[in-house]
């Protein structure tokens, strides 16, 4: 469910399955360089500011330390097989770009593209993709993504408390309620209550 924050629409979170398709369907059609920024937002939980200013070598790794923009702390992250392998994919598709190059670049630039148009790009996926799981689709719908499918898998295991207060710790969140509302879990619970009476 869209959340309405100062004047506009809160980005939702895609399903997982969902967005790993769409993420196909983009680099099948030539975007792989905007199917990676997809990837690396799915798959990192970073935020748009620190996404751009991703450089090849940074994917190209088992682990990944960076300093977020926002906050001015160190994060340490583990960049999964699975992106490390569309990553270097990608690179080879783009002529091979050097290693300490940013990845997220205008066509004929060097510096990372803006924050605007990234919410450019996704706007035009969610047309051209229909994209159904998140009805406001931003650069923010990324790293939500991130959030709710973390939560999900470890709900699947019994986990999903624990899972809140590492999500909690991640997003920079002072507890676990403000990540709820992030993830819109509250919102889901009480839906999942009137699901509940056909079974």
Not at 154 to 160: F, I, L
């Amino acid at each position: 469910m869209t959340t309405i924050r100062k004047g506009h629409a809160a980005a939702d979170a895609m399903d997982w399955n969902e967005a790993m398709q769409v993420i196909d369907k983009m680099a099948a059609d030539g975007l792989r360089r905007d199917a990676l920024l997809v990837a690396s937002g799915c798959y990192l939980g970073l935020r748009v500011s620190d996404l751009l200013r991703l450089r090849w070598a940074d994917l190209l790794t088992d682990d990944l330390t960076l300093v977020e923009q926002k906050t001015g702390k160190e994060r340490h992250l583990r960049v999964a097989p699975s992106l490390q392998k569309f990553a270097a994919s990608c690179r080879r598709e783009l002529s091979h770009p050097a290693a300490d190059a940013f990845i997220f670049v205008p066509q004929g630039k060097d510096e990372p593209m803006t924050r605007q148009a990234v919410d450019k790009m996704l706007k035009q996926v969610k047309m051209k993709y229909r994209i159904k799981s998140a009805k406001v689709f931003s650069s923010h719908s990324l790293r939500k993504t991130f959030g709710r499918r973390v939560w999900l898998q470890e709900c699947d295991k019994g986990r999903g408390d624990q899972a809140l207060l590492l999500l909690a710790d991640v997003f920079g969140h002072a507890n676990i309620a403000t990540t709820k509302r992030y993830l819109g879990i509250r919102q889901e619970e009480i839906l999942s209550v009137y699901d509940a009476l056909d079974d």
